[in-house]
């Protein structure tokens, strides 16, 4: 491995503030291929992931759960079905993992707050503006969009206290020739939203200290103040290889890192803040920052609090995870959004992967058993009339494979691969081998089309690699490929696998899924997490319209008689004016709460067209209107609504 090949990656780290849902997945997916793509090269790969665990979210949410915040974010990183978990199932390569409470990366976060401090980038001053709890974002008024959070969209409170500032400001020109002159973030249409959103306004100097809450990294030179929970995350970046700490020895050889993958609506702590407090420590700015897009659901961002979030857990262990991975990746371009729906993902699975792929590797492996097996004999020539276009486009394909993944372009990149698959499958059916197979004097064809067949498959494993690590693996040795046939040289040859080698069909890769019933079990399952994951008053509310309300006629009435219905210990009969020039029938069971005589002339409100029904061999036309609650004992209270005896009867309610 060469001194100079080496490729530092990184995901954000997320907050433990809930379950992690698909959209983080995809980040990590992302970051997981790309960093396993770099191995594949021979790269020497540090691929770095974590948790990001201070700041008030957390402390209300531990509040709420009635544990202390460490407590709380341990359950949900390492307790099951937690972040590690996910990452293990999802089978990440993460050559590292930070948390931010770790106490090499606290005390990191002092002394560089310290020396920004010591250097002027850092002064104490008044903050006097607006916080967004669930963003932890401070913003000016000038930032806000209708008043509320310009990244979330949601309310932000008044906020007035002591703080630390960091002289943002004064990075704002350099930043601005980093984003314009530089690749150094892409995709290119986030350089325009941010110039134009945050940098030509004035960027305003940016509070970096809290004393409202406690859970966070204290300034160990002013107690009462925790560090900003964005200066404590973005340095994990730089913590976790060893910077200003001695857990870690890997900072001059890593940094800067070669990208971090980041979701767009974190893309201005990114290109911002992060190279602005960097040029201040002097340190050396990240080659890049890639903001990839949102995974949505039904057109809108998934988030626990509206319910509509994805379980990639129930993903997983109902597709595989090689199958999910590949459908994020394949399904949505790198750098925008893309809408997520159970029917995209097993459309994708049936068509490329157990169609084409799967089909693939089984027909393949299953004619050379059939026919040759273990192994096919010495092989004949290509003939360049039939072979020529299979064998060039598996010959090219690791450079056009290459050529995307530089880019980001994972989905470009998998096209690129599924392209000789399926010219490989269409070559199965041009060259007919069980026709083949039925000719002696074929035999040599037969034994050369199986041949180039199994290269198409081994090139192919080696580029899905990254994606599909399990798959391939199974894929390999099905046809014989040992590990010096699985490399990124071996993928740019053509011929390399000897052609003795052991081929055994092994279980298929993919099974076919049916659609419709596949559709109506995830329905049913994703419905009931959902009811059991959601607190009630998180629950959207079932809204009626205007002329749903209006459907209902409400009227004063005025009590003219009531009785109690015999043989019923509930029912009592009321006769009521309505305004309607002749008296209505009324049944109520209140009878418990209330005796007819105390009735008698009161004013009370009544629904008039509900449609009549019998009680106790009686028609009841209507209904009284009363106020009721139930009381944590499980009994009811009731009360009639009566209104003032001026009332007249007949008006209708509005
Ligand atoms: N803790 C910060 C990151 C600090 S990095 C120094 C954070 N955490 S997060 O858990 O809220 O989000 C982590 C990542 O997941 C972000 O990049 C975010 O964009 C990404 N995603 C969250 N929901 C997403 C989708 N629905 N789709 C794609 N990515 C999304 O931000």
Redesign the pocket.
Known sequence: MSENKKFYI????????DK?????T???VATDAMARYKRLQGYDVMFLTG??EHGQKIEDKAKEAGVDPKTFVDRIVDGPQGVKDLWKLMNISNDRFIRTTDDYHVSAIQKIFKAMYDKGDIYKGKYVGKYCKPCESFWTESQLVDGKCPDCGREVQDAEEEAYFFRLSKYADRIQDLLENTDFLEPRSRVNEMVNNFIKPGLEDLCVSRTSFKWGIPVDFDPGHVVY??ID?????TTALGFMNDQYDDYDKFWPADV???????VR??SII?PAMLMSMDMPLPKKVF???????DGG???KSKGN?VDPYLLAQRYGVDALRYFLLREFPFGT?GN?SNETLISRINTDLANDLGNLVSRTTAMVGKYFGPNLPACPDADPAQDDELMGLAKGLRDAYETQMEGYAFQNALMEVFKLIGRANKYIDENKPWLLAKDEAQKGRLVRVLYNLLECVRISAVLLTPFMPQTCQSIFEQIGAGAELQSWDSAGQWGLLPVDAPVAKGAGLFPRIDVAKELEELAALEEAAKAAAAPEEEKEPEYITIDDFNKVHFVTAKILACEAVKKSKKLLRFTLDCGEGKPRQILSGIHEYYEPEELVGKTVVACTNLAPRKMMGLESNGMLISAVKEESDGTEKLHLIMLDDKVPAGYGLC
Not at 233 to 237: G, Q, S, V
Not at 260 to 266: M, R, V
């Open positions: 990184t995901t954000p780290i997320y907050y433990p503030s992690l849902h698909i959209g983080h995809y980040c990590t948790t990001d929970v964005w995350a973005l340095f994990n970046y971090h993958f980041i979701g767009k609506e974190i702590f990114h992060w903001g990839h897009g949102w995974l949505l659901l961002k998934m988030s979030v959004d997520f």
